[in-house]
């Protein structure tokens, strides 16, 4: 579709949905597709999503939201949205992520400590995992992982993996997670870190934090996105606060295998990492946003960090033979 076409279809459902007239201002935009503006007249303000159909679906969304909401959580409200033409009309929690107000000074322990007592009141919900979203699964767990033999790979030695290094790199993780312990499931949102979490209220538990970048939901293990939140691809924690905000997440969910929890930590940390320097050089690459190349370093020296640990040998053995200049955090990635 053409710009121009985008944004007459913006203005149509702005209209549909009792917002004409009102001012559009774009706001930056994220490693999706996806684009966000806020809309405001002299009384009200929202923000638009405009997830282009073919590349994005709005529906998850609006239903992760809905369940979220009925958890007790703050999603944003949904004031209207279509799903065929892939807008959505939301509550505008304004501009105070917690990377925001991080940068401001704030309170890093009681800001980290609020984040975390989301995940709690999340993972304790008994109706946390009703809701019917795909599984975090080998499978899916595969699919991700694969984008670093895909794209950092290659950048890395200057040569796509052959067949026969991929298919050993993906039976090492296959090794790695079918080896995992059983744990219970929840809701995972995936991207739970700093950048999609935003301070709305001053009182009022949990749902002082509002929750962004939710519509890939799945159920998978607790230990995800306590991990998203304290191993940020994007920003440095400190080893001291990770360690007290994970002995408060303990302390109040409840964990009852301590053992199991920490295995599934480190190998779902190994993933994403795995996942995520893929990803940020399939941004540059594909995309053109080069930027997120600056934390491929801090990602690769958050992935060293488990490999000592037994779950992830096969993982270890395959890194040390075909990746050995990882250890390198200033690699240029060609």
């Not at 992760?64 to 007790?72: I, R, S, T």
């Amino acid at each position: 579709m053409r710009k121009s076409d985008r944004e007459a279809a913006r203005r149509a459902f702005l209209a549909d949905s009792g917002w004409a007239d009102t001012g559009v201002e774009p706001l930056l935009p994220d490693a999706s597709f996806r684009r966000y503006y806020r809309v405001r007249d002299a009384t009200r303000a929202a923000l638009l999503m405009d997830a282009p159909p073919g590349r994005e679906n709005v529906l998850p969304f609006v239903q992760v939201a809905q369940h979220l909401a009925g958890l007790g959580l703050h999603p944003p409200r949904v004031f209207a949205h279509d799903v065929l033409a892939g807008f959505v009309l939301l509550e505008d929690f304004g501009d105070d992520t917690f990377t925001r107000l991080l940068t401001r000074g704030e309170n890093e322990r009681a800001l980290y400590a609020l984040a975390v007592d989301v995940l709690i009141t999340l993972h304790t919900h008994p109706q946390a995992a009703s809701i019917d979203v795909p599984p975090y699964d080998t499978a899916r767990l595969l699919q991700e992982a694969v984008l670093l033999v895909d794209w950092y790979y290659p950048a890395v030695r200057g040569e796509p993996a052959c067949d026969v290094i991929r298919r050993a790199y993906v039976d090492a993780w296959r090794e790695v997670l079918e080896s995992l312990p059983a744990i219970p499931s929840t809701l995972v949102l995936r991207d739970y870190h700093v950048d999609n979490l935003m301070r709305v209220s001053a009182d009022g538990g949990a749902a002082r934090c509002g929750l962004l970048d939710f519509q890939d939901a799945v159920i998978g293990s607790p230990a995800y996105d306590v991990m998203s939140l304290l191993e940020d691809a994007r920003r440095d924690v400190p080893e001291a606060l990770a360690r007290e905000m994970l002995q408060r997440y303990h302390r109040a969910a409840h964990t009852t295998d301590l053992n199991a929890f920490e295995t599934h930590y480190g190998a779902l940390a190994a993933q994403r990492h795995c996942k995520v320097a893929g990803i940020f050089v399939r941004l540059c690459r594909r995309d053109r946003k080069c930027e997120y190349l600056t934390h491929v370093p801090r990602v690769i020296a958050l992935l060293q960090r488990h490999l000592g640990e037994p779950a992830l040998r096969p993982l270890q053995h395959w890194l040390d033979e075909h990746l050995p200049m990882r250890h390198d955090a200033g690699i240029a990635v060609r």
